[in-house]
């Protein structure tokens, strides 16, 4: 994906126009072309939660409670991959800020008149900050 967008100008055009959608909402090594760079934006943008076969649910909204067994949130799936790593996210304002696994959700509402939430995790202890937002 970055090389596309960091190359011809006409290829950077044709991915920003064609990037959106829910398809394929499964992964696989054989994805190639737009297919494969509309996958990996889903993923990096617009993932929230995973169906019972692995797939994205990009129509799925609100909080993890909201959305009953159909669906699970993506960091609740198994993280070995990640164990010893920190992963923060955020962009998920219905979701309560905190720490999931290794997983950190950084989105405090403050969109909603919540908080801006920044968290420092350079060392042994992740550390939290936030202010009020205004109106």
Same mark, same amino acid.
């Given at each position: 994906?970055?090389?596309?967008?960091?190359?011809?100008?006409?290829? *950077?055009?044709?991915?920003?126009?064609?990037? *959106?959608?829910?398809?394929?909402?499964?992964?696989?090594?054989?994805?190639?072309?737009?297919?494969? %760079?509309?996958? $990996?934006?889903?993923?990096? /943008?617009?993932?929230?939660? $995973?169906? !019972?076969?692995?797939?994205?649910? %990009?129509?799925?909204?609100?909080?993890? &409670?909201?959305?009953?067994?159909?669906?699970?949130?993506?960091? &609740?799936?198994?993280? &070995?991959?990640?164990?010893?790593?920190? %992963?923060?996210?955020?962009?998920?304002? /219905?979701?309560?800020?905190?720490? *999931?696994?290794?997983?950190?959700?950084?989105?405090?509402?403050?969109?909603?008149?919540?908080?801006?939430?920044?968290?420092? $995790?350079?060392?042994? /202890?992740?550390?939290?900050? !936030?202010?009020?937002?205004?109106?």
């Amino acid at each position: 994906m970055e090389a596309v967008l960091q190359g011809d100008k006409a290829q *950077y055009r044709q991915f920003l126009v064609e990037m *959106y959608g829910n398809e394929p909402s499964v992964w696989s090594e054989n994805l190639s072309g737009m297919e494969r %760079l509309r996958f $990996i934006t889903n993923v990096f /943008t617009r993932m929230r939660f $995973i169906g !019972s076969d692995c797939s994205l649910d %990009l129509k799925a909204k609100g909080s993890p &409670s909201s959305n009953g067994n159909s669906v699970q949130p993506w960091f &609740s799936l198994k993280q &070995s991959a990640i164990k010893h790593n920190r %992963l923060v996210f955020g962009h998920w304002s /219905t979701l309560p800020t905190g720490q *999931y696994g290794q997983c950190y959700a950084l989105d405090g509402g403050c969109v909603w008149g919540s908080r801006l939430t920044a968290l420092r $995790i350079d060392k042994k /202890t992740p550390r939290w900050f !936030s202010l009020p937002c205004g109106d």
